[in-house]
């Protein structure tokens, strides 16, 4: 049991270049969820999705997109990347409702914009 | 609306001497509540979490906090701290929806003198 798994780690691109963020998840569950991190401002919300192909717009929706094709996967996209968008980015994802939010997080993707 | 304040964007300790790390909350729901800890390039994890059953919450590695409705607080609290503390910590709310959405506080940076 994995848990919440992020690919890549790490990743430097080109202002302009696109790429592909990937969660997986082996815990069954229903919700996901991509955050950014930035410095002194905590994690926010980016998009977030409950269920299979269903997804939905965070507090910072700009720039990026989504898909939740398979359940197991959550695949944040950036078309034209921008420095803005530098920051460490986490999935998390949580089981249906049960009364609490507790959410589990994957470890993170560091990702510079030049 | 929710959301979260965390009235110290750092606090240090000398190892053994108490923690108090503050937390104030918004929210037109009854809330969960939660902390979260990251350490140095690690991603989050699960401090301990309010939803309603006790108001004074116990976590892992001798943490806990108390909810106080009246004060709209949700303090983490450690007797005794230890390098190992050495973090940050994020307080976090949660509406208690289907949705499971969370809010995050800004974080405090926890530095452990020796």
């Known amino acids: 049991n994995a848990g919440v798994t992020q690919t890549p780690k790490f990743r430097v691109l080109k202002t302009g270049q696109s790429m592909t963020l990937l969660c997986a998840q082996d815990?069954?569950?229903?919700?996901m969820y991509w955050y950014r991190q930035d410095p002194g401002m905590g994690l926010r919300l980016i998009h977030y999705?409950?269920?299979?192909?269903?997804?939905a717009k965070g507090e910072v929706p700009d720039g990026y997109n989504v898909s939740r094709l398979k359940k197991q996967n959550f695949l944040l996209g950036l078309e034209s990347a921008a420095p803005s968008q530098t920051s460490v980015y986490f999935c998390?994802?949580?089981?249906?409702?049960?009364?609490?939010?507790?959410?589990?997080f994957g470890p993170g993707t560091r990702l510079t914009v030049l | 609306a929710q959301s979260v304040t965390q009235l110290d964007s750092h606090v240090s300790v000398s190892e053994g001497t108490p923690v108090l790390l503050r937390c104030n909350y918004s929210s037109s729901y009854s809330p969960s509540l939660f902390w979260y800890v990251q350490h140095p390039n690690k991603g989050l994890q699960l401090l301990l979490k309010y939803t309603s059953a006790a108001t004074l919450v116990k976590g892992i590695n001798g943490f806990e906090a108390e909810f106080k409705k009246s004060e709209t607080s949700f303090h983490l609290t450690k007797p005794s701290a230890h390098m190992s503390d050495a973090a940050e910590y994020f307080c976090?709310?949660?509406?208690?929806?289907?949705?499971?959405?969370?809010?995050f506080g800004r974080g405090t940076q926890l530095t452990v003198w020796p």
């Open positions: 999705s409950v269920g299979e192909g269903t997804t």
């Open positions: 976090v709310v949660g509406r208690g929806s289907t949705l499971g959405r969370l809010y």
């Open positions: 815990m069954n569950h229903e919700y």
């Open positions: 998390a994802s949580r089981p249906p409702a049960s009364g609490t939010d507790t959410q589990y």
